[in-house]
């Protein structure tokens, strides 16, 4: 591993991961990467071979190529619109000496050629707040544009995700429940069938914070799975042993 | 309550439903209500009112307008294709001294005339199971219409709920989450929104048995809420505690 004192710019951090011993650099000041990440690539399955082909859209600081990578043996492209986020993503990379595996570049999601040749699976941790309502989006911070759809809505990377798979090919995001119906009905009008999801309740009594989706591309419909809860936190306020092990390995 | 050795066939049982004080009439030869039901009438919510106009589909013996009865001192309709299980409900009807509350009618629920005023509330625990494999439904037994889209299909009892509903009417309904992608493309088509969600698991550890459904008619969109799962079955093949709750009350 490159010593990380030669990568760091001033202000950012290393995050550690240590069920697949990586480390990300992160930046207070812009997006960083949330649970949702971590359990979106957990969720997500990829295939082990050399020849897989992964792309991941919103990439951020690249936790999920990241977290991909312990899974794959395969090529991971990662796209992220904002530059800040791809320069950490490219000094972890070297951090992690991942530059042979992992391409992290910078680009707006809505205009990519599509890939030749198609890929595999699409990963996706897309912004997931609708701006029809301006007060909730205060400024155009870089978490304002990783979490809102400011330059990228749902119809979107839903069809670049389309334009980018092979038939058969996988989609994984994670978005949040209270907009299922609106990506249930983007996903199948573009020609996915929704094969398997799971929900993440932050306590067994509460609603559900995160809806993690596996999609397939023209692939026909053939029986949706709904994978066991994942609940997040104990009553005693600490992780579930079902959290740690997604944190720390089994 | 009337006495019930006056009104069972032979071959008859009584089932006691112990949080409402109810005896249904069951025969062991036809459909009877399982779980699914007792889970989709705790799901429900219904207007308290005396005024509440409330459509059970697909009533089989009878046991969600038997609940409901419970939680609402309104009219509840409820129609059935089988005649055999609308003449059993309607001898629960008497047995429970309900009659005056809950009006049990054979009828196909494909060619019901819309009701004027439309009902606030529509219940359905409709046949499940596609019958594209003609090899899975062997016999036309009473189970077999009760549970297979024999007479009939989603597309047909979602728009049923459709016509009988006011504006911001609600469609509550239980069904397979194997086939939630189906639902939910049909609710949307047809101009509901889903409104709330909720998953029931045999297991913590296994995948959902049972998804119900919570759609509003012609309402907009305004969020979707997961409701905390449901687990049926402890580690110990006993019910769980919240199971417990929802057969014999808090």
């Known amino acids: 591993m490159t010593d990380a004192t030669d990568l760091l710019k001033p202000g950012e ?24 990440a971590i359990l979106l690539a957990h969720f997500a399955k990829v295939p082990r071979r050399q020849t897989a082909r992964i792309l991941d859209l919103c990439s951020g600081t690249g936790v999920i190529p990241f977290l991909l990578s312990a899974k794959t043996a395969g090529h991971i492209d990662a796209i992220e619109l904002q530059e800040a986020l791809v320069d950490m993503a490219q000094r972890s990379c070297q951090l992690n000496n991942l530059t042979d595996r992992l391409t992290f570049r910078q680009g707006d999601v809505k205009t990519m050629e599509a890939a030749r040749p198609l890929y595999d699976v699409v990963t996706c941790n897309p912004p997931y707040f609708s701006v029809t309502n301006k007060q909730t989006q205060h400024h155009l911070t870089s978490h304002a544009i990783a979490r ?14 389309k334009r980018q798979l092979r038939t058969r090919g996988k989609l994984f995001c994670v978005y949040r429940p209270d907009r299922l119906d609106d990506l249930m009905e983007t996903l199948l009008g573009a020609g996915f069938s929704v094969h398997r999801l799971q929900f993440a309740y932050g306590k067994a009594d509460q609603v ?5 989706v596996e ?8 029986g949706l799975k709904v994978e066991p809860p994942i609940v997040m936190y104990g009553p005693d306020q600490q992780y579930t042993p079902e959290m740690k092990a997604i944190y720390y390995g089994d």
């Open 208 to 212: 559900a914070k995160v809806v993690l």
């Open 215 to 222: 999609a397939i591309y023209a692939g026909g419909r053939q």
């Open 148 to 161: 809102h759809e400011v330059y990228l809505t749902l119809e979107q990377w839903v069809a670049q995700a």
């Open 13 to 36: 951090r290393l995050d550690y991961l240590a069920r697949e011993n990586l480390s990300i650099i992160q930046n207070p000041d812009y997006f960083a990467f949330s649970v949702d």
